[in-house]
């Protein structure tokens, strides 16, 4: 999760390099960058308030969900960032810096969607097992019947 912080920062980063630079093309196009700018950053945030602290499990579903929408987000940002770019004067490296911050969060998702799935298999098959008479131990169903103790000298 700390290599996921290091390239958070780096995507703040490069946001405030896009941000802090001056516009010097009066489109009101340049200003839409702002919205999915502004959305992302609400979206990591959100990715961040998950992970609590150092020792505390993420929420597979939660992060699912939320990186469904940031890589929605790096979508709309990619298609604008390759029509905008010359026009709206975008940094190469900003650009690149968000084309490598979308891959990831596409790879995290990815990852955190497939644990999602897989938890959701698991506690249905679980909850299956316990409807249908299971419900022992070790996952079958359990021992049924009596059984006796032998008689006499052990």
Not at 53 to 79: E, H, S, Y
Request: charged share 20%.
């Amino acid at each position: 999760m700390t290599h996921f912080r290091s390239h958070l920062a780096a995507a703040f980063a490069a946001t405030g390099i896009f941000m802090a630079a001056p516009a010097l093309a009066q489109s009101s196009n340049c200003q839409d960058a702002q919205k999915f700018l502004s959305e992302r950053q609400t979206l990591i945030q959100q990715l961040n308030s998950l992970s609590g602290g150092k020792n505390k499990q993420v929420d597979p579903r939660a992060a699912c969900a939320i990186f469904t929408k940031l890589t929605a987000n790096g979508d709309t940002g990619m298609k604008w960032i390759e029509a905008n770019k010359d026009w709206c004067q975008i940094p190469e490296q900003f650009a690149d810096g968000f084309k490598k911050d979308h891959a990831r969060s596409v790879e995290m998702k990815g990852k955190a969607c497939a644990i999602a799935a897989k938890m959701e298999q698991m506690e249905k098959q679980a909850k299956n097992a316990q409807q249908n008479g299971g419900g022992g131990l070790l996952g079958g169903g359990g021992l049924t019947g009596t059984y006796t103790m032998p008689k006499g000298a052990l």
